[in-house]
């Protein structure tokens, strides 16, 4: 018996645009697009009629921007998770759709590769971040955690500086190797740290404890 098909919604203003992303999704294996929406207004209320898997999600559109639909659409549908793909990769796009809940993104030049790659790995409750994405996240990280101007609040739960760190890593979309890189530990160290941070925070997977991270203001 066959699995499920990742059913995929496609938010975009572009006609141009939503025409070839519903073309390009559609030939993906096992992914179907059950709709599309032209604003954040018609995303929402298409989403809640969908119940889709994944959102494919422009930021600048009329009426309501991408980032507020996709607090709406996480706020009302937690296990729907929203990929945004944008023209745009600046500070002012990027943190607030993170914020609102987008747990991927991408820009328009990411190749359909990587685009079916970033929704598989949403459906699997993964984040999937463009490498670029990422670099920004980290040194914004590091420099939060450099700045005396606004020192750190207690960490909550009883977390660690180190799981902190592994924390904030994560809600980079940082696997374990590469977590383990960055802060030149060892794998073993890594999972560990991560085990003591679903267990701190009741986090059962990598979506919820990213989901923690980002309401208690570490990212």
Same mark, same amino acid.
């Given at each position: 018996?066959?699995?499920?098909?990742?059913?995929?919604?496609?938010?975009?203003?572009?006609?141009?645009?939503?025409?070839?992303?519903?073309? $390009?999704?559609?030939?993906?294996?096992?992914?179907?697009?059950?709709?599309?929406?032209?604003?954040?207004?018609?995303?929402?209320?298409?989403?809640?009629?969908?119940?889709?898997?994944?959102?494919?999600?422009?930021?600048?559109?009329?009426?309501?921007?991408?980032?507020?639909?996709?607090?709406?659409?996480?706020?009302?549908?937690?296990?729907?998770?929203?990929?945004? $793909?944008?023209?745009?990769?600046?500070?002012?796009?990027?943190?607030?759709?993170?914020?609102?809940?987008?747990?991927?993104?991408?820009?328009?030049?990411?190749?359909?590769?990587?685009?079916?790659?970033?929704?598989?790995?949403?459906?699997?409750?993964?984040?999937?971040?463009?490498?670029?994405?990422?670099?920004?996240?980290?040194?914004?990280?590091?420099?939060?955690?450099?700045?005396?101007?606004?020192?750190?609040?207690?960490?909550?739960?009883?977390?660690?500086?180190?799981?902190?760190?592994?924390?904030? $890593?994560?809600?980079?979309?940082?696997?374990?190797?590469?977590?383990?890189?960055? $802060?030149?530990?060892?794998?073993?160290?890594?999972?560990?740290?991560?085990?003591?941070?679903?267990?701190?925070?009741?986090?059962?997977?990598?979506?919820?404890?990213?989901?923690?991270?980002?309401?208690?203001?570490?990212?």
């Amino acid at each position: 018996m066959s699995e499920p098909s990742i059913r995929v919604l496609i938010a975009d203003d572009q006609r141009v645009v939503r025409d070839g992303l519903t073309m $390009l999704v559609g030939l993906i294996d096992g992914v179907e697009v059950v709709g599309t929406a032209s604003d954040g207004m018609e995303a929402v209320a298409a989403a809640e009629r969908e119940h889709p898997d994944v959102v494919l999600m422009d930021l600048r559109m009329p009426g309501m921007e991408g980032a507020e639909a996709t607090h709406h659409i996480r706020e009302s549908l937690p296990e729907t998770q929203v990929l945004v $793909l944008t023209t745009y990769a600046d500070d002012q796009s990027l943190f607030p759709a993170l914020q609102a809940g987008a747990r991927g993104y991408l820009t328009k030049d990411a190749s359909a590769e990587e685009i079916e790659q970033a929704i598989r790995a949403l459906a699997a409750g993964r984040t999937h971040l463009d490498p670029a994405i990422q670099q920004r996240l980290v040194a914004a990280v590091l420099a939060a955690q450099t700045s005396v101007a606004h020192p750190p609040l207690s960490p909550p739960d009883d977390l660690s500086p180190r799981e902190v760190e592994v924390l904030k $890593l994560i809600a980079a979309g940082f696997s374990n190797n590469e977590i383990a890189t960055t $802060l030149f530990l060892s794998n073993a160290t890594v999972k560990t740290h991560v085990n003591r941070i679903f267990s701190k925070t009741g986090a059962r997977d990598r979506a919820q404890a990213v989901r923690y991270a980002y309401q208690h203001g570490m990212v």
